[in-house]
């Protein structure tokens, strides 16, 4: 992985949980990012009225002006590159992120310095132009993947469910849990909002 010097780079990070909030600053600090700290919505926005962070760490958890999609509303006002994280992650939860235009999304809990982890992918990413695009050809373990796996991994990643992917592939729901599996293993997902989030980080 290319490394870049950290120096400067100004971090927003917007949890509403203080104790996971701070650990993750302080990591990000000792990592010599530049953070400030938001645990509402609106204060983030306000702040994005004025400075241009180069990068944005938040829960979904938190919520924009008047309860309105936050990252919706930051899509419209900054190019930073947005890290999603939620304790209640799900495969509907990853999917709608990531079309959002998050760039990654992490699933709680989760150790604070995996999380720097995750911002330094990020803002390299952000530094070398890359996009975000779903590409199994570029997943690690991809092209172990069979063209079945493939097509199951698709649809999952496009939010489908055991049972729609099943009926849309012509297969049993029981046949795409033991694909998911599989696929699973071979990409070294923890869970399927974990196998989402690989799919959509992939890189051309």
Do not use: W
Not at 3 to 19: H, K, P
């Amino acid at each position: 992985m290319t490394l870049i010097s950290s120096a400067g780079n100004e971090i927003f990070i917007a949890d509403v949980d203080l104790a996971f909030r701070s650990a993750v600053a302080s990591s990000l600090e000792t990592a010599g990012y530049h953070v400030t700290s938001f645990s509402d919505g609106p204060s983030l926005l306000a702040a994005t009225r004025s400075r241009s962070p180069d990068c944005i760490l938040m829960d979904t958890s938190v919520q924009g002006t008047n309860d309105n999609d936050l990252l919706g509303e930051l899509g419209q006002r900054v190019t930073a590159p947005i890290v999603m994280m939620s304790g209640g992650a799900n495969v509907d939860s990853a999917v709608s992120a990531m079309k959002k235009g998050a760039k990654d999304f992490v699933t709680k809990p989760c150790a604070a310095d995996s999380v720097v982890g995750r911002v330094r992918e990020a803002l390299v990413d952000r530094r070398a132009g890359a996009t975000t695009v779903p590409d199994l050809g570029a997943l690690r373990g991809g092209d172990r993947l069979t063209p079945r796996e493939r097509d199951v991994l698709e649809k999952i990643a496009l939010g489908a469910s055991n049972k729609e992917a099943g009926r849309q592939l012509g297969i049993s729901p029981r046949t795409v849990e033991v694909h998911r599996a599989r696929i699973m293993e071979k990409i070294g997902a923890r869970n399927t909002a974990d196998l989402v989030r690989i799919v959509y980080s992939a890189s051309l």
